[in-house]
């Protein structure tokens, strides 16, 4: 089975501390992603990666910046923690390219992590 | 980018089957159909994904009529355990993984 862990289930961090999130996987995908989930609001994708040192921007990429500097690590970074950063993040990964999936037995998933509960103080 | 509208809630019985329908009116051609499930401390989970018409697996069943703006999934008969924030999640299309977009998700409760 797929295996993505994230380093910590609950983190306590003070305004303006900078923060490291670590997620890993253990299938040798390709992609991997950043979310964070709020009540109400589902999940928003903060940045995504489809390869060793590649990123690109998802929905709300402001105030995050990431870090993929081998397969299968992918890293968060808050580069100064303010209190409206106070969320869940999940990390996800997946093997398929854009596009791919969709047809019988091949689908287009993501695995996600357990999630890592973040209080900025 | 094709933005996605679902019930917040539902509640069910055990046994009954469990219908969520997902709107979305802008879903590009190339967008497949997601949806996804959550349990309470966990990362959400696939359940079923399509393009057009129906599918099935051995959780669910996934509707969608011909002119894509919307579908349902369909949970059958379904138990306590089914009780999750069910998503639905359209993109992944040929052109970036950026154009994802999570619902704000359905809260099932089961109830026996």
């Known amino acids: 089975d797929v295996k993505v862990t994230q380093s910590s289930r609950y983190l306590v961090k003070r305004t303006g501390e900078k923060v490291f999130l670590e997620c890993v996987q253990d299938?040798?995908?390709?992609?991997m992603f950043w979310y964070r989930q709020d009540p109400g609001l589902g999940l928003r994708l903060i940045y995504f990666?489809?390869?060793?040192?590649?990123?690109e921007k998802g929905d709300i990429p402001e105030g995050y910046s990431v870090s993929r500097e081998k397969k299968e690590r992918f890293s968060l970074i808050l580069e100064s923690a303010s209190t409206n950063q106070t969320s869940m993040y999940l990390c996800?990964?997946?093997?398929?390219?854009?596009?791919?999936?969709?047809?019988?037995?091949?689908?287009?998933?993501?695995?996600f992590g357990p999630g890592t509960r973040l209080t900025v103080l | 980018l094709a933005k996605t509208t679902q019930p917040i809630s539902m509640d069910s019985y055990e046994g009954q089957e469990v219908n969520i329908t997902c709107s979305h009116n802008?879903?590009?051609?190339?967008?497949?159909i997601t949806w996804y499930q959550q349990f309470p401390s966990q990362g959400p989970r696939f359940i079923i994904q399509?393009?057009?018409t129906k599918v099935t697996n051995e959780v669910a069943s996934l509707f969608i009529p011909a002119d894509r703006k919307s579908s349902t999934l369909s949970l059958p008969r379904v138990s306590l355990s089914d009780t999750a924030v069910y998503y639905c999640?359209?993109?992944?299309?040929?052109?970036?993984?950026?154009?994802?977009?999570f619902g704000a998700g359905t809260q099932v409760v089961v109830t026996p």
């Open positions: 996800a990964s997946s093997s398929l390219h854009p596009g791919q999936g969709g047809s019988e037995g091949v689908y287009n998933e993501q695995f």
């Open positions: 299938m040798d995908h390709e992609n």
């Open positions: 990666s489809y390869d060793v040192k590649m990123k």
């Open positions: 802008n879903i590009a051609t190339n967008d497949y």
């Open positions: 399509g393009y057009k």
């Open positions: 999640l359209v993109g992944a299309t040929t052109d970036s993984w950026g154009k994802l977009q």
